[in-house]
């Protein structure tokens, strides 16, 4: 057979890339099933739980809050001349209060999250890959998909909702600050016209969706660094690759949390 | 007549195209300690994986403790993993925890021992290990003897019948390697257990091995006593103790 019947063959680059991308999400979605099965049995890793949401709640607050502060502050004063322009300089902390909550506060944060959380994530557990501490886990008689990866999931979708709520709040007061700069708006006013403005239906989807954030996030993390090979390059390829997939993912949810939301407001 | 503990028979296993173990066959009695020998990439690693369950073998038998591990139930092995103890080639000791919290993990499930049972056997084991004064340091702060010695320590806190050794001396200077060689002889005293130590290191199989067996394209090529295996007529052999 020459050449170029061989290369009729053989599959097109793009088709083989096609079917890496869909084997990899069978591969994601079969995780997820475990990670669901494995939550379900006992025994449970209560202290390990309590350990991860530590470290990954705890932890990330700092950072989440100096954002969550800049963010308010930043677009108040961005949005602050247009509605100047149309005379609309009153409307300025409702509109920032409900693009806060709504949409910028859950995926800024969800992101921060996904940069500090994810990579952390998946660069560990590739690492513990890659020096056999999770076949040292396996043959001492624990379960190293319970105790590592349903702990971590769990705790990144708990953790995130609340950082989500702290991050807002502190974003919200940025925002009263960045009112103030060139304003004079006191607090009771300022939370008057923010708690007016916002509605059931603008804070609780909002809510909603940063717990399919975490998890996923977690979700990506672990599955990246689970399935690490074994060399020290892996490290860094799973702890890449979990942050970028995870912030893809965050913006694919948030895209399917506006259309559901859509379809009762 | 002794108890057999480890028994495999014609043990094969492939990864893709390459057919790293193609027949093996061992046993093993109590107390008794086996080198396993043979050149880089002939499957040794892959054997003692494939006796804990950590990689499926594709056909043969492996026989642990008089219970046969092929299709046996997720709760069943869970429970003879905790008779087996396994030090690996890096020690593979959790990064996250201390020296204490390390060799406590294996007793996390224990709820019939005590914590001040728990720090007793900690505190023994390391003892045995010569690394008491260890006790709260990170594994970071351990040097490549020290965590293999930690690593024993983790392995024999459960008190196992069976000891599987991952190239235990790799890595290591002469002197290091010398005691931990002597280390693993400790063991079998004290603990009487069947050990299998998957070595290169000529010295370290001189001073553990009961017996030995070289692996050779994927099968149990030769067996015997270090002194036999040393003076064996054939070349291929011979080789290794030069």
Not at chain 1, 80 to 94: K, Q
Not at chain 1, 157 to 181: F, K, Q, R, S, W
Not at chain 1, 216 to 230: H, V
Not at chain 2, 59 to 76: C, F, P
Request: glycine share 8%; aromatic share 8%.
């Amino acid at each position: 057979m020459d050449k170029t019947a061989l290369e009729k063959l053989a599959p097109h680059p793009y088709l083989k890339k096609i079917k890496v991308f869909f084997e990899e999400i069978a591969q994601l979605t079969l995780f997820a099933l475990r990670f669901f099965k494995e939550m379900i049995r006992p025994p449970y890793e209560f202290n390990e739980l309590v350990k991860q949401s530590y470290l990954i709640g705890y932890k990330s607050f700092p950072l989440v809050a100096i954002t969550g502060f800049i963010m308010g502050l930043v677009l108040t004063i961005q949005s602050r001349p247009t509605l100047v322009e149309f005379g609309a300089e009153s409307w300025l902390p409702a509109m920032v209060a409900v693009s806060i909550i709504r949409e910028i506060g859950p995926v800024i944060t969800a992101l921060i999250f996904a940069g500090k959380v994810g990579s952390s994530i998946g660069a560990e557990l590739a690492s513990m890959k890659v020096t056999e501490q999770i076949d040292a886990m396996e043959v001492s008689g624990t379960n190293p998909f319970k105790y590592i990866v349903v702990t971590r999931i769990l705790s990144a979708t708990l953790m995130l909702p609340l950082l989500v709520i702290v991050a807002d709040a502190i974003a919200l007061y940025g925002a009263y600050v960045g009112v103030n700069l060139k304003g004079d708006v006191s607090f009771p006013l300022f939370s008057l016209q923010v708690f007016g403005a916002l509605s059931f239906m603008d804070v609780f989807p909002a809510i909603i969706k940063t717990f399919f954030f975490g998890f996923m996030i977690a979700l990506i993390g672990c599955y990246k660094g689970y399935n690490a090979g074994k060399g020290t390059e892996s490290v860094g390829e799973a702890a890449n690759s979990a942050v970028v997939l995870a912030s893809l993912s965050v913006f694919i949810i948030d895209m399917i949390a506006v259309q559901i939301t859509s379809l009762f407001i | 007549m002794k108890t057999i503990v480890v028994e495999i028979e014609h043990l094969q296993k492939s990864f893709d195209n390459n057919q790293v173990l193609k027949d093996i066959n061992l046993k093993i009695e109590k107390g008794e300690n086996l080198v396993v020998f043979g050149k880089s990439g002939s499957g040794k690693s892959v054997l003692i994986k494939c006796l804990v369950g950590l990689i499926q073998p594709d056909d043969g038998s492996i026989n642990l403790l008089g219970k046969s591990i092929s299709g046996i139930e997720d709760k069943e092995l869970t429970v003879l993993r905790k008779k087996i103890g396994f030090l690996f080639q890096s020690g593979a000791l959790y990064d996250s925890m201390t020296v204490r919290e390390n060799l406590e993990f294996p007793l996390r499930d224990s709820t019939s021992i005590s914590k001040e049972e728990k720090e007793k056997l900690v505190i023994e084991a390391l003892e045995n290990v010569g690394l008491k004064d260890a006790i709260d340091k990170m594994p970071s702060e351990l040097s490549g003897g020290m965590r293999k010695r930690v690593g024993l320590a983790r392995t024999l806190i459960l008190k196992p019948e069976i000891i599987l050794y991952d190239e235990p001396t790799t890595g290591l200077d002469p002197i290091t390697s010398r005691e931990i060689s002597k280390l693993i002889l400790d063991v079998q005293t004290k603990y009487n257990a069947a050990s299998i130590i998957i070595t290169h290191d000529v010295e370290c199989a001189r001073l553990t091995a009961n017996r030995m067996i070289i692996i050779r394209d994927g099968i149990s090529y030769a067996e015997g006593t270090f002194k036999e295996l040393s003076e064996s007529k054939d070349e291929w052999v011979h080789s290794f103790f030069e």
